[in-house]
DNA sequence: GCTAGGCTGGCAATCGTTTGCCAGCAAGAT
DNA sequence: ATCTTGCTGGCAAACGATTGCCAGCCTAGC
């Protein structure tokens, strides 16, 4: 029941018969002490079950071999994919991930950041409600990688959710749509924007009249509104902000009778765990969510990396250490490209 | 770009003009210090950002705030629930959550634990892949709580789905099912055995004949498996391990052209995410997992609090502090409810 | 006027680990 | 035989915060 008490490296130093210094070096300095000597004390702390404290590595390097992932909402599907990502790639490099939910709230965004600070080697943080100004500042207290923004100076991770939307357009002009809805995302989203400044001219390009409603919350709810609206709008097809509305539009055109794709075009974006399970399986745009975990906790780890005092002098660099990523981190964020998934919510216009 | 030195409690005391321990004692000891000192320490340590160590509480503590919650795969959308629940009260508390991915290994899980000593204060276990022995050897060195687990001496947390289950079976019965499946899950599953045993009885009642097949992969993929295999027992309905297994059944019926729910009904359990996506929209049993998540937090915060030297002449407790679940943590697990929520993947048999 | 006691604030030890510096020792060079 | 050099291991000072102990001071009571 009670827990009991560690063995510290006095322990094991005292069981070996050494001093702690020795028994600290016999474990992390290979070459420093005899081997002999570093035998006994490795035998010796494997024997009592001996892990370093984490606390006080941390104090005194400064470095605690954790990071977090901010997000405005844990269980939103699609940061799923970030959570994965961003685990994974950390693990391998045997730093902690914590988790930090800040509940859509700018606040207490500002708040964990705070309370990170000292807790954490660095943060990733994804769909921040924070202005580039409160980022820019926390960045100065805190190594950061940002998800979907662009701060100056602060590297990040963009998925080009544009580039996919234009295929889902040339996919729907292709079917013979001549009019299509986007309806769009909340205004303080840098995607949305980008998305709106692509889909225009390539709207002109084929031919197509493209049709922006909105903002919509992303969520399932606003769907209806958004259906309704696409449907006033004389439209054959819409293309949304994100699956979760979406879904909320294949609901109420379901409800509303509307057949889908028959008399509606439906494409969601970021494929998020559902939008195969839906009838009709969504077509949507599927974003590399996992792959850009990976990357931010890449370059966020090349920036931790890159700062430890040891490695000043390593400045040739491993060839084989991807030096590119080392390089961009600092520089332009990460564009990670997206791709249509056709399913069965788009057809032809009738 | 450099991240800037973060000032210590040593420069909060320079600046105030006061020693370290002066201004130590003015931010936690109310009243132990002169209200003006006290003041004006509080005031340059606002002024200058001052955070305290993380690092160094811990050290000289031992108690890190932090708990870790430990999961076979993060992106299993059973177990956002307890993502969000225990990080909710944990929060709340004043905790840092971790998140532990051990992919399914018994061997990563192990590791993972290990680590996790020293760094948290404790952790939640849920569906781990340990047996017993392990996790009560792991439990002499880590303050832990299971979900869905029964390890005598260790406080757990259970969801009664087996209850929801019968309830299940009933709702058949009600509508003339006289020929049911239940597709099992993994042997090792405690709640499947439990579940197993709950709806013999139930069936018997309820002059129900209950084909159990299986063992399943709660995975969507196996549902065909369970679908065919249903199809050919001559059952009527069928009740699923999890959602993701009915997904997979609703699926492949779908593709053999069987209507759900007029040649077969179909019941999950979870009620995850995309539940009610799916159509037929999928009855299911509910768990209150988030619930679970909680309140497998709260037991474990109260044993951590109760671990804290200080309480300890504090035997009479506070009679608002929920003394029931402070007491029950160390004996019984806790039993939560769970209940069924019908959608339209069941119906009277044709 | 003197003492007892309360209030306030400082000194220093402590937590567990790492690391710069130094001392002892042995072996090889001169 | 002496000096140099390299290897090995110990001492002690950090890292930042907390806290037991103590000293100084002020006030109140006699």
Not at 62 to 86: H, Y
Not at 228 to 239: F, H, N, P, R, Y
Request: aromatic share 4%.
């Amino acid at each position: 029941m009670a827990v009991r008490r560690q063995p510290t490296l006095r322990d094991v130093a005292a069981a070996a018969g050494v001093a702690v210094s020795t028994a600290s070096r016999a474990l992390t300095r290979p070459g420093r002490v005899n081997a002999d000597t570093a035998d006994r004390v490795v035998a010796v702390a494997k024997e009592l079950g001996y892990i370093p404290s984490a606390s006080a590595r941390a104090l005194l390097s400064g470095r605690t071999a954790t990071v977090a992932l901010v997000l405005p909402d844990v269980t939103n599907p699609f940061f799923f994919g970030l959570v994965r990502g961003t685990g994974a790639r950390l693990r391998e490099s045997g730093y902690v991930q914590v988790l930090a939910d800040t509940e859509e709230s700018a606040e207490v965004e500002l708040d964990t950041l705070r309370k990170l600070r000292g807790q954490v080697d660095g943060a990733v943080l994804a769909a921040s409600r924070l202005s580039d100004e409160q980022i820019a500042g926390a960045a100065a207290d805190l190594a950061l990688v940002v998800v979907n923004r662009t701060i100056p100076g602060t590297p990040g991770v963009l998925l080009d959710t544009a580039g996919g939307m234009v295929q889902a357009l040339e996919h729907l002009a292709g079917l013979g749509h001549t009019r299509v809805v986007y309806a769009s995302g909340p205004v303080t989203s840098w995607s949305d924007r980008r998305r709106r400044e692509a889909l225009e001219p390539a709207a002109a390009r084929l031919g197509v009249e493209l049709v922006v409603l909105g903002p919509y919350a992303p969520v399932r709810s606003s769907g209806a509104q958004a259906a309704d609206a696409a449907l006033e709008a004389g439209a054959t097809a819409v293309i949304t902000f994100n699956d979760l509305l979406a879904f909320g539009v294949l609901e109420r055109l379901d409800a509303r009778d509307v057949p889908v794709p028959g008399g509606m075009s439906v494409i969601g974006c970021d494929d998020i765990f559902g939008a195969d399970l839906v009838r009709p399986a969504l077509t949507t745009v599927e974003s590399p969510v996992e792959r850009a975990g990976r990357m931010a906790a890449d370059l966020l780890l090349a920036r931790l990396e890159g700062d430890r005092p040891g490695d000043e002098d390593d400045l040739g660099g491993d060839p084989d250490d991807e030096p590119a990523v080392v390089a961009r981190g600092a520089a332009d964020p990460v564009l990670l490209p997206t791709h249509l998934v056709v399913r069965s919510s788009t057809g032809p216009v009738d």
